[in-house]
């Protein structure tokens, strides 16, 4: 939490005048029982309407005061709370970039969002309702306390037992609630990403008429995150009945004596008014206490969870500077490469091979054999369990970060476009390439066609996430605006699976003929894609089983055959092969 203190520092200024002319309206509020009873005691008493007139032109002036220092109270409390919310929404979301997809695979993007949005708005306000009640109430309540005193010293005994046991009741419920905060903000992060989950999958729920399944486990997450609700929110209601309870009975206690005191005359009624009214300052602040306490318990619990997000350390670490890189006879080199993405779960296991500048490097296998955790490990996205990975003879840990992603373009298996126009979709290749640069890369990526089908060319809108376009659309786009980039090496991880055969083979035809220095690895399932590749690594269960040429494999290795004659069968019918279904 004291890192999170830290983005108050930048408005020490407003977090100091907040509170400070908070305390300037309290004390107008703690004068106003005594001018009163003056009013009661020298005006009503005496009959002394000059004393009632001039009693209650200060009583105007009071107000008044006290609703400036209020608006000025507020106004700095919402300059310090919003820019310390806006200055650590941004500080988190850096902080997230800069962490690599290990750390953001065990986060889950559901959580990042929550903390990202419902925490910090949470932790914006509680700062603002602390700089502006945290000191106030307090102050009332022990101003009244000591305002008490001043009038009678017997009568303020009253408070002096009254406000321990207040002080009490709300510490047990602090100290009890905070954990249950926390428990409703992890149900919340459940029923969060189920709901993001469902929206995703919606047209996958309709197809297998699981819409009843759904909304069963929604409502029982549901039901969970009202039940953990209920529970903090009977313990915090149990606040103000109890503090009532003893206010109230304070009350009593206090016009009774009062009441005695007043007949006996050792003090008037004007005073013993005063004393009633300083108690009924503390009944509201308490219920503005109450209501600070449950605030301040959910921005508790939420800023813990923004702070432990702030602990996770990026377990990747770069070079302040590009080593010196020099030519190699092998671009990409793997030697005896193991990954888990869990510990003790390896996704591939001593995976060698060599790969030389302009080659087209193929990767096939069934699902799961880490096709794609191995393209993911030549950027550097994760870090080698055992062995290494060597890109133009130097590890790649060695390299800086923007070095290594210069040499490299990486085409995801899931295509993703970002709100915007075409043409700035293009740009995050190359932030200052040129409409003809653009349109040369669609014509590669096939999806020049695409553009010119729309009235606005570059400048068509995309919709969040690309949805305005079908999913072989994106793929060319999202390829395109890889080879912008004109990197060194070029990796399709399943980029084309949603393209006719005739599109995909134009395209891999049209990457051929690009600059002979371009490497290409093909990640995919179907062995047209990869056949005429100058290499093919065949992939089984975390394995490297095979790797050759198309020929040699048909020829050699029994995986690459039963995926081939799966693919052709009447070739396997020409060559007398069985292919099992």
Same mark, same amino acid.
């Given at each position: 939490?004291?890192?999170?203190?830290?983005?108050?520092?930048?408005?020490?200024?407003?977090?100091? /005048?907040?509170?400070?002319?908070?305390?300037?309206?309290?004390?107008?509020?703690?004068?106003?029982?005594?001018?009163?009873?003056?009013?009661?005691?020298?005006?009503?008493?005496?009959?002394?309407?000059?004393?009632?007139?001039?009693?209650?032109?200060?009583?105007?002036?009071?107000?008044?005061?006290?609703?400036?220092?209020?608006?000025?109270?507020?106004?700095?409390?919402?300059?310090?709370?919003?820019?310390?919310?806006?200055?650590?929404?941004?500080? !988190?979301?850096?902080?997230?970039?800069?962490?690599?997809?290990?750390?953001?695979?065990?986060?889950?993007?559901?959580? !990042?969002?929550?903390?990202?949005?419902?925490?910090?708005?949470? !932790?914006?306000?509680?700062?603002?309702?602390?700089?502006?009640?945290?000191?106030?109430?307090?102050?009332?309540?022990?101003?009244?306390?000591?305002?008490?005193?001043?009038?009678?010293?017997?009568?303020?005994?009253?408070?002096?037992?009254?406000?321990?046991?207040?002080?009490?009741?709300?510490?047990?419920?602090?100290?009890?609630?905070?954990?249950?905060?926390?428990?409703?903000?992890?149900?919340?992060?459940?029923?969060?990403?189920?709901?993001?989950?469902?929206?995703?999958?919606?047209?996958?729920?309709?197809?297998?008429?699981?819409?009843?399944?759904?909304?069963?486990?929604?409502?029982?997450?549901?039901?969970?995150?009202?039940?953990?609700?209920?529970?903090?929110?009977? /313990?915090?209601?149990?606040?103000?009945?109890?503090?009532?309870?003893?206010?109230?009975?304070?009350?009593?206690?206090?016009?009774?004596?009062?009441?005695?005191?007043?007949?006996?005359?050792?003090?008037? =009624?004007?005073?013993?008014?005063?004393?009633?009214?300083?108690?009924?300052?503390?009944?509201?602040?308490?219920?503005?206490?109450?209501?600070?306490?449950?605030?301040?318990?959910?921005?508790?619990?939420?800023?813990?969870?923004?702070?432990?997000?702030?602990?996770?350390?990026?377990?990747?670490?770069?070079?302040?500077?590009?080593?010196?890189?020099?030519?190699?006879?092998?671009?990409?080199?793997?030697?005896?490469?193991?990954?888990?993405?869990?510990?003790?779960?390896?996704?591939?296991?001593?995976?060698?091979?060599?790969?030389?500048?302009?080659?087209?490097?193929?990767?096939?296998?069934?699902?799961?054999?880490?096709?794609?955790?191995?393209?993911?490990?030549?950027?550097?996205?994760?870090?080698?369990?055992?062995?290494?990975?060597?890109?133009?003879?130097?590890?790649?840990?060695?390299?800086?970060?923007?070095?290594?992603?210069?040499?490299?373009?990486?085409?995801?298996?899931?295509?993703?476009?970002?709100?915007?126009?075409?043409?700035?979709?293009?740009?995050?290749?190359?932030?200052?390439?040129?409409?003809?640069?653009?349109?040369?890369?669609?014509?590669?990526?096939?999806?020049?066609?695409?553009?010119?089908?729309?009235?606005?060319?570059?400048?068509?809108?995309?919709? =969040?996430?690309?949805?305005?376009?079908?999913?072989?659309?994106?793929?060319?786009?999202?390829?395109?605006?890889?080879?912008?980039?004109?990197?060194?090496?070029?990796?399709?991880?399943?980029?084309?699976?949603?393209?006719?055969?005739?599109?995909?083979?134009?395209?891999?035809?049209?990457?051929?003929?690009?600059?002979?220095?371009?490497?290409?690895?093909?990640?995919?399932?179907?062995?047209?894609?990869?056949?005429?590749?100058?290499?093919?690594?065949?992939?089984?269960?975390?394995?490297?089983?095979?790797?050759?040429?198309?020929?040699?494999?048909?020829?050699?290795?029994?995986?690459?055959?039963?995926?081939?004659?799966?693919?052709?069968?009447?070739?396997?019918?020409? =060559?007398?092969?069985?292919?099992?279904?």
């Amino acid at each position: 939490m004291k890192r999170l203190s830290s983005y108050l520092s930048k408005y020490t200024k407003e977090a100091i /005048l907040a509170p400070l002319f908070k305390l300037l309206e309290a004390l107008m509020d703690l004068l106003v029982p005594l001018v009163v009873a003056y009013i009661i005691n020298e005006g009503i008493t005496l009959n002394n309407k000059q004393a009632i007139i001039n009693s209650f032109i200060l009583l105007i002036v009071l107000a008044f005061a006290g609703m400036g220092f209020s608006f000025t109270a507020q106004y700095f409390a919402a300059k310090a709370s919003v820019g310390f919310a806006s200055d650590l929404r941004q500080s !988190l979301f850096d902080h997230i970039m800069s962490l690599s997809y290990k750390e953001l695979d065990q986060s889950g993007s559901d959580t !990042l969002i929550t903390r990202m949005t419902s925490d910090i708005n949470q !932790l914006q306000v509680g700062v603002n309702l602390a700089l502006r009640l945290l000191l106030r109430s307090p102050f009332i309540v022990f101003g009244a306390m000591i305002m008490a005193f001043t009038i009678d010293a017997r009568l303020a005994l009253i408070f002096v037992v009254t406000i321990p046991l207040l002080t009490l009741v709300v510490y047990a419920i602090m100290l009890k609630s905070i954990p249950l905060f926390e428990k409703v903000q992890q149900k919340l992060d459940s029923l969060l990403g189920m709901t993001r989950e469902n929206l995703n999958g919606v047209r996958v729920i309709r197809a297998f008429c699981k819409e009843d399944d759904e909304i069963k486990e929604f409502e029982k997450r549901s039901i969970d995150l009202t039940f953990m609700n209920r529970t903090v929110g009977r /313990l915090s209601a149990l606040m103000n009945p109890l503090t009532y309870a003893i206010v109230n009975i304070a009350s009593i206690v206090l016009i009774y004596s009062g009441a005695l005191s007043v007949n006996v005359g050792t003090i008037r =009624q004007g005073d013993v008014v005063a004393l009633y009214n300083y108690m009924a300052q503390i009944i509201v602040e308490l219920i503005k206490l109450a209501s600070l306490t449950i605030t301040i318990n959910k921005s508790w619990a939420c800023g813990k969870r923004v702070a432990a997000l702030f602990d996770v350390s990026p377990s990747l670490t770069y070079p302040d500077e590009a080593t010196d890189i020099k030519d190699n006879t092998y671009q990409v080199e793997f030697k005896d490469v193991s990954f888990a993405y869990e510990k003790g779960i390896d996704a591939i296991s001593e995976v060698s091979f060599k790969t030389k500048k302009g080659q087209t490097i193929g990767v096939i296998g069934s699902t799961g054999s880490g096709k794609s955790t191995i393209v993911n490990l030549i950027p550097r996205f994760y870090d080698v369990s055992e062995g290494e990975v060597r890109v133009d003879g130097l590890n790649v840990k060695d390299y800086s970060r923007k070095a290594l992603l210069d040499k490299i373009a990486i085409v995801p298996q899931k295509a993703v476009l970002f709100e915007g126009t075409i043409r700035e979709n293009m740009r995050w290749g190359k932030e200052d390439a040129s409409d003809e640069e653009i349109y040369e890369a669609l014509k590669t990526a096939q999806a020049l066609e695409v553009v010119e089908g729309k009235k606005e060319g570059l400048d068509h809108i995309v919709e =969040q996430g690309g949805r305005n376009f079908s999913g072989g659309q994106r793929q060319r786009l999202t390829i395109a605006r890889a080879l912008i980039k004109k990197p060194e090496i070029l990796i399709l991880d399943d980029s084309s699976s949603a393209l006719d055969f005739a599109t995909d083979s134009r395209l891999r035809k049209a990457i051929s003929e690009l600059d002979k220095q371009l490497s290409v690895f093909i990640v995919s399932q179907r062995t047209s894609s990869i056949m005429n590749a100058d290499l093919i690594l065949v992939m089984d269960d975390g394995k490297l089983v095979a790797q050759g040429t198309h020929k040699q494999l048909l020829k050699e290795s029994r995986v690459y055959q039963e995926i081939y004659y799966s693919q052709f069968p009447e070739e396997a019918g020409r =060559q007398g092969v069985k292919v099992y279904a």
